[in-house]
């Protein structure tokens, strides 16, 4: 859009001259369950609906959210146990170990636990307990366990475990699967977020 208006408004007035009522709302997947820094524009539109009811639908997805803090510890979503599952590398390569170490002087840790680093944009990191926005070929790393995140773990964060998708645990037999899984889940979003959208709009607008 060449204008000087936000994009979503123009969009808004475009669906509104096609006859449709619209609404938007930005939500973050730490929002719904899980500790993962995701946020996203969600839009929907309803032919010939009053704009009242696409306005209710952004209100109960607000009330979907928790609006608290994301689970403390990740220890629900990491793996104790990886016999199953194919690896990565724990150890660092000797460019991002000095990488993390340059960016970790600049920080004061404090008592933060559970810390999960992007080492693929460590140059502004946010150390929490939530995860950096999983993306296709992140280099997620558990700095207090000193390993790269598995391919279920990548998975797990966007709300996708093994009893939701079966073939993920065949996959994950060698690490060219691996490594399809982790892509995969980079470019999917988070399942408890398109859940909360889907049946406020399936509910109101129904």
Known sequence: FKTKEPQ???????FQDL???FQWILVDTRD????????RVWMWALRDTPSAQADEIKTFIQ????HEAAPAALWDF?????QDWTSPEHALNDRQRKEMDAGLARINLGDTHDVILDL????????SSVSPCVAPYSQLYWLNAGRFLTAREHAALQ???????????SWLRTSHQANLVKDMAGRAFSSTVCMAVSFAVIL???
């Open 19 to 21: 006859g449709y009522s």
């Open 78 to 82: 990491l793996e104790t146990n990886e």
């Open 32 to 39: 719904f369950f899980l500790p993962q820094r995701r946020s």
């Open 63 to 66: 009330k979907l959210a928790t």
């Open 120 to 127: 693929q944009s460590f140059n502004c990191p946010q150390l």
């Open 159 to 169: 709300g996708i475990w093994p009893c939701d998708f079966p073939a993920l645990d």
């Open 204 to 206: 109101i607008a129904h």
């Open 8 to 14: 979503i408004h123009a969009v808004h007035r475009d």
